[in-house]
T-cell receptor
């Protein structure tokens, strides 16, 4: 069965420090992978995607993600966290016209 | 461009009542989706419509029906609401072209069934 796992319910990081939000996937064929962010009482916003090509993908708001085929991972990263990055982050994988979502990771950035 | 819009934003229903959640997109997208979001469970697909005139069940379709009214609009109907349908509902759309696999989401409808 196709699945996406986000092993951490919450990640805490101090402002200015680097952040990583983890995601692993299990899909057949070539994986198409995505990160979304959800701010309180809002819909999901698309951050970035990996379809093919360079394993390091850059997206909105200074975020990037590293695709690692051998570890079946697609971790979200940012070199220097901002308090305004505090939100709920979802990893997703494409499967036959649908997206499979992870359960989400809440990122808290402390001043 | 308004993107994906949803109405209403909030709704409270009594058990057994019915209602329709409306969704519209102005991006000329082919595919549209309905999800529910529950704490600790991420987003689960209820129904989707790959193109105008087609609809398919997702992961959790029981208790729901959908209508793809035209290319812009995709509605979700609860015929007899149950407390287990208390959730936040999101509509999304996607263009079927090239390497555009990402979906774009509306702001959500928060539904409470008492």
């Amino acid at each position: 069965a196709q699945s996406v796992a986000q092993p951490e319910d919450q990640v805490n990081v101090a402002e200015g420090n680097p952040l990583t939000v983890k995601c692993t996937y299990s899909v057949s064929g070539n994986p198409y992978l995505f990160w979304y962010v959800q701010y309180p009482n809002r819909g999901l916003q698309f951050l970035l995607k990996y379809i093919t090509g360079d394993n390091l993908v850059k997206g909105s708001y200074g975020f990037e993600a590293e695709f690692n085929k051998s570890q079946t991972s697609f971790h979200l990263k940012k070199p220097s966290a901002l308090v305004s990055d505090s939100a709920l982050y979802f990893c997703a994988a494409y499967n036959t016209d649908k997206l499979i979502f992870g359960t989400g990771t809440r990122l808290q950035v402390f001043p | 461009n308004a993107g994906v819009t949803q109405t209403p934003k909030f709704q409270v229903l009594k058990t057994g009542q019915s209602m329709t959640l409306q969704c519209a997109q102005d991006m000329n997208h082919n595919s549209m989706y309905w999800y529910r979001q529950d704490p600790g469970m991420g987003l689960r697909l209820i129904y989707y419509s790959a193109s105008e005139g087609t609809t398919d069940k997702g992961e959790v379709p029981n208790g729901y029906n959908v209508s793809r009214l035209n290319k812009r609009e995709f509605s979700l109907r609860l015929e007899s609401a149950a407390p287990s349908q208390t959730s936040v509902y999101f509509c999304a759309s996607r263009q079927l072209s090239g390497q555009t696999y990402e979906q774009y989401f509306g702001p959500g409808t928060r539904l409470t069934v008492t």
